[in-house]
């Protein structure tokens, strides 16, 4: 078995195999990412506080997903006195 066609299977094995709620978590977090994106993308930067409140689902799932946008390498944090912010890189 070639390397790239042995990776697929074991990426196919650890994601398939999950129980649902996870591929469903990964799926959520991964959709509201998209989301916080596009709102970033309309006001250019905002309080973690305020993406929260105007990006629909809860405080800590919104929480992870700019997590993922940040290890993904798409956002900047700004210290905004009393809170920290975010804006696209």
């Known amino acids: ?5 042995f990776i697929m299977l074991l990426y196919e094995e650890t994601f398939f195999n999950r129980p649902t709620k ?9 959709e509201l990412a ?5 709102y ?19 405080q800590s799932k919104v929480n ?3 997590g993922w946008l940040a290890r993904e390498g798409n956002l900047d944090f700004v210290d905004m006195g009393r809170g920290t912010g975010a804006r696209l890189r």
Do not use: N, P
């Open 64 to 66: 992870m997903a700019v």
């Open 22 to 30: 996870y591929r469903f978590m990964e799926e959520t977090i991964g």
């Open 1 to 5: 078995m070639k390397g790239s066609a």
């Open 34 to 38: 998209g989301e916080v994106h596009r």
């Open 40 to 58: 970033l993308e309309d006001v250019e930067e905002a309080s973690l506080s305020k993406i929260s409140r105007e990006v629909e689902g809860s």
